[in-house]
Nanobody, 118 residues
Framework: QVQLVESGGGAVQPGDSLRLSCAAY????????IGWFRQAPGKEREGVTC????????HLADSVKGRFTVSSDDAKNTVYLQMNSLKREDAAAYYC???????????WGQGTQVTVSS
């Protein structure tokens, strides 16, 4: 059974940093495209970043370029989203997902909440 478990969310102030983790069980992340998505209340879900299994490239949304980075640890079968210089507009539920491509995700985590306020 495939399971993705996110952690690391919390309440921070603008300018702070957080690192989200996504641990995978039942599959090896190395062979899949991995994505981070977020959804704020009343807004549509948006892609934050995606590591493509086809070309190994990392795609970042314009809104987070220069502030967010994604990395993975194959030994721990875990992917991380380092979020720096957080802004109020970054507040959302963050989800990791894996699948065939950045626009075709098969498995989703339960999400972790990020709150940014002063």
């Amino acid at each position: 059974q495939v399971q993705l478990v996110e952690s690391g969310g919390g309440a921070v102030q603008p300018g702070d940093s957080l690192r989200l983790s996504c641990a995978a069980y039942g599959l090896s992340l190395h062979y899949y495209t991995i994505g981070w998505f977020r959804q704020a209340p009343g807004k549509e879900r948006e892609g934050v970043t995606c590591i493509s299994s086809s070309d190994g490239g990392t795609h970042l949304a314009d809104s987070v370029k220069g502030r967010f980075t994604v990395s993975s640890d194959d030994a721990k079968n875990t992917v991380y989203l380092q979020m720096n210089s957080l802004k109020r507009e970054d507040a959302a539920a963050y989800y990791c997902a894996v699948g065939r491509s950045c626009d075709q995700m098969w498995y989703w985590g339960q999400g972790t909440q990020v709150t940014v306020s002063s």
